[in-house]
């Protein structure tokens, strides 16, 4: 079941790390880089985040969440996570495909992720993003941008 999360209340922003920190870890290992700043998230911070969350339940315990920012043009995704547990479930296609149906004609949606991380690469492309530009955000270091226009 997906849901939106009300990520202000402390104990489902507790919840919401308990999922994302082991996913991140994975995603850092994956890609050789461990200044992902979603590593340094705490409650605190889930919980003044400006993004909107939606969250995968399994048997009533969250599994993943995908949070993503809003304008009348443009949805950009900021966090598409599953705990470790849950990999290769189908959850992040899930998510990313209810958020896909929700968007508005004419709004774009963009995503950035670590270029070496393939996985999520692969998985947008399956939905019809496609690469836009990498950028080098730390020496060495760069992620891909995509986006989704729909059809």
Not at 108 to 118: L, Q, S
Not at 135 to 150: A, K
């Amino acid at each position: 079941m997906i849901q939106i999360l009300d990520h202000k209340e402390k104990g489902t922003a507790e919840q919401m790390l308990a999922v994302q920190l082991p996913a991140y870890q994975i995603e850092a290992e994956l890609i050789q880089f461990d200044g992902i700043p979603q590593l340094n998230d705490t409650p605190q911070s889930i919980m003044i985040s400006e993004e909107i969350f939606l969250g995968y339940f399994e048997h009533s315990a969250l599994a993943g969440f995908l949070s993503y920012t809003e304008t009348d043009e443009l949805i950009d995704i900021c966090r598409l996570v599953v705990h470790p547990s849950h990999f290769r479930k189908g959850i992040a296609s899930s998510l990313l495909k209810h958020l896909l149906s929700t968007k508005k004609m004419h709004q774009g949606v963009i995503v950035a992720t670590g270029a070496k991380n393939k996985p999520a690469i692969k998985l947008y492309e399956h939905f019809g993003f496609a690469k836009m530009k990498e950028i080098e955000v730390e020496p060495n270091f760069f992620i891909t941008q995509l986006s989704y226009r729909g059809v």
